[in-house]
């Protein structure tokens, strides 16, 4: 017999219905606004990395730089409300900023999304300290004290390797975009990867070893083909498919140490030392119709991994993933030990426990955009145009390492539950 269920219930459920409204409210906005403000920290002129750089460019006070620099860059989004200026300084940012030159739309971008910032915590906090309080809870999270203890250590590792191994990069940069293919139930398939701020520490050290391993074969694809280079001027044999216009001018030498099949190793030719001498590199390759969605199928996984080969301050690695194929689910994201066995899988018991994981960033390309790779968004938008895809399109995923531990592998992938 059907009975109406009681007042409290109903009252129960309409208050968890209004709650996950309100968290959803939040967590969108908090996004939008890291995005806007990476979008206007990118465009000052010259480039910022730093909060002091920022500081200098727009002439702004120490505490205000710093608090915008960091927001704009948060790992989190979720500790932004903690990070923003009141009106004052937001208007005084931007401002500084346009006189700088950074593009209009960027600007008004920055203050609409501000205001409905402000609006939402008027509305469903009232005080910047609740919305904040609000905004922490979202998602599982692991623990501020656990996280901070890590990087401080990760962080100690990191200055001493680049000591002992006398080289370093700024950042390592990695990212797979996927559309669907105009053969039915295949997906065509961008992959970006390169390094900015390369540079030694001890003139006798090495530069680098870059491996270019073309893709292997994973059930159900048949044998995939080689790539084929996303910048048209680097399609002839034997060529790195270097993104020209990306890279440091003049490019970068690259010296070829061995060849097998499907493999290839280049070292970097170079005698500079110290920061004054960084070199940046990406390469990009296109695959066309030889992977199936993630998701789809036993096996069809869209998968980056890096092994972390070079001290680094900064890993980012983007999935970045047509609507079409893909929700909001974030990828898996694990770090792996180097096997002793020199073993290619991933293992469960190689698995260290570490805190690292993937994050929506948001729909559109302009999402991907960060001061700590400022090209990264013009990157993306070229290879929209050398395919002729919608940015707009897009869902966009990250997953930062902040000084990631050597010898570690950072496995990253869409399509596994």
């Known amino acids: 017999m059907f009975m109406t269920p009681p007042p409290q219930t109903l009252e129960s459920e309409c208050t968890t219905n209004i709650s996950a409204n309100v968290e959803r409210e939040a967590d969108l906005v908090v996004r939008e606004l890291r995005s806007a403000l990476a979008a206007v920290v990118e465009g000052v002129r010259p480039p910022v990395a730093r909060a002091a750089d920022l500081k200098r460019a727009l002439n702004l006070g120490q505490t205000l730089a710093w608090a915008l620099f960091n927001a704009a860059t948060s790992a989190d989004a979720r500790g932004l409300p903690s990070l923003m200026p009141r009106r004052r300084g937001m208007e005084r940012f931007l401002e500084a900023a346009q006189r700088n030159g950074v593009p209009p739309e960027a600007i008004a971008r920055a203050r609409a999304t501000f205001e409905r910032f402000e609006a939402s915590v008027a509305r469903h906090a009232g005080s910047r300290e609740t919305f904040g309080a609000m905004v922490a809870g979202l998602g599982e999270g692991s ?17 001493a390797n680049s ?15 996927v559309h669907p293919s105009q053969t039915p139930g295949r997906m065509d398939t961008i992959n970006i990867a390169g390094m900015a701020g390369l540079h030694r520490t001890q003139r006798a050290a090495p530069l680098h070893t870059v491996v270019r391993a073309w893709r292997w074969a994973t059930p159900p694809d ?3 083909t080689g790539p084929v280079a996303l ?9 790195l498919h270097l993104l020209r216009d990306f890279c440091s001018q003049p490019l970068p030498e690259f010296r070829l140490l061995e060849e097998r099949e499907g493999y290839r190793s280049y070292e970097l030719v170079s005698e500079g030392l110290g920061a004054s001498a960084e070199l940046t590199y ?28 070079i001290p680094m301050q900064t890993y980012l ?10 929700g909001t689910r974030p990828p898996i994201v694990r770090i792996y030990a180097a096997p002793p066995d020199g073993s290619r899988e991933f293992r469960d018991r190689d698995v260290l426990p570490l805190t690292e994981r993937a994050e929506y960033l948001g729909d559109g390309i ?5 001061p700590l790779l400022p090209r990264l ?4 938008e070229y290879a929209m145009e050398r395919m002729g895809w919608k940015g707009e399109e897009f869902r966009v995923f990250r997953c930062r390492v902040d000084y990631p531990v050597m010898h570690t592998r950072i496995w990253m992938t869409l399509g596994r539950e």
């Open 143 to 159: 623990g501020e004290e656990g996280i901070s203890s890590e990087l401080k250590h990760k962080r100690a590792a990191f200055r």
């Open 163 to 177: 000591v002992l191994w006398g080289r370093q990069t700024r950042a390592f940069c990695a990212a797979s975009i």
């Open 222 to 224: 048949p044998e995939p």
């Open 231 to 239: 910048d048209p001027r680097e399609g002839g044999p034997g060529s």
């Open 282 to 309: 990406f390469f990009g390759d296109v695959y066309l119709g030889d992977g199936v969605p993630p998701g789809t199928a036993p096996g069809a996984e869209v998968t980056l991994f890096k092994t972390v080969d």
């Open 317 to 326: 690695g983007h999935m970045i993933v047509h609507r079409s194929l893909w």
């Open 366 to 370: 302009d999402a991907a955009r960060t």
């Open 377 to 380: 968004g013009e990157m993306l």
